[in-house]
């Protein structure tokens, strides 16, 4: 709950950015000289790649969640059997053995979006977030039912 509360509270600052940022886009467009104009366009692309990146990332979030919904409602979620330091990080080679299990169970069934959801988690744990959302992107086409690129 405190991550969903963290990204909300991110992305509504972000959009105030935006829209400031946007604001100043258009007062420059308006002042009507050439140099300004430019640099108002400028301006205003930045909003929207950030608004495209955001709504990107949402929608993201929205169907990883899904999936965790889905998965946890068939009992299928990985048990958090990781061992922990005493300041409650993760323990790496606790979380190394954990990815060979499940990069294995994937292996195994290389077309099924649960055990891809389960390697995204154990590369997030063992705390390789661009593999982790690599994973989790392939588990999403693979319950959705797209096509998707071999490994």
Same mark, same amino acid.
């Given at each position: 709950?405190?991550?969903?509360?963290?990204?909300? &509270? *991110?992305? @509504?600052?972000? /959009?105030?950015?935006? =829209? $400031?940022?946007?604001?100043?886009?258009?007062? !420059?467009?308006?002042?009507?000289?050439? &140099? *300004?104009? @430019?640099?108002? /366009?400028?301006?205003? =692309? $930045?909003?929207?790649?950030?608004?495209?990146? !955001?709504?990107?990332?949402?929608?993201? &979030?929205?169907? @990883?969640?899904?999936?965790?919904?889905?998965?946890?409602?068939?009992?299928?979620?990985?048990?958090?059997?990781?061992?922990?330091?005493?300041?409650?990080?993760?323990?790496?080679?606790?979380?190394?053995?954990?990815?060979?299990?499940?990069?294995?169970?994937?292996?195994?069934?290389?077309?099924?979006?649960?055990?891809?959801?389960?390697?995204?988690?154990?590369?997030?744990?063992?705390?390789?977030?661009?593999?982790?959302?690599?994973?989790?992107?392939?588990?999403?086409?693979?319950?959705?039912?797209?096509?998707?690129?071999?490994?």
């Amino acid at each position: 709950m405190r991550a969903k509360i963290t990204y909300a &509270v *991110t992305a @509504a600052v972000l /959009v105030v950015y935006f =829209v $400031l940022v946007g604001s100043r886009g258009v007062l !420059l467009i308006e002042t009507g000289t050439p &140099v *300004t104009i @430019a640099f108002g /366009v400028a301006v205003l =692309v $930045l909003p929207v790649i950030g608004l495209w990146f !955001l709504w990107k990332n949402t929608q993201f &979030v929205r169907r @990883a969640n899904a999936l965790a919904a889905e998965l946890d409602a068939e009992g299928g979620l990985p048990v958090d059997e990781l061992k922990r330091t005493p300041g409650g990080r993760i323990d790496r080679d606790s979380a190394d053995e954990v990815f060979a299990r499940r990069k294995a169970e994937t292996e195994d069934a290389p077309d099924d979006w649960r055990s891809w959801f389960r390697l995204a988690v154990a590369y997030h744990d063992a705390r390789d977030t661009p593999r982790a959302r690599k994973a989790m992107q392939r588990a999403i086409a693979l319950h959705d039912g797209k096509p998707v690129q071999p490994v």
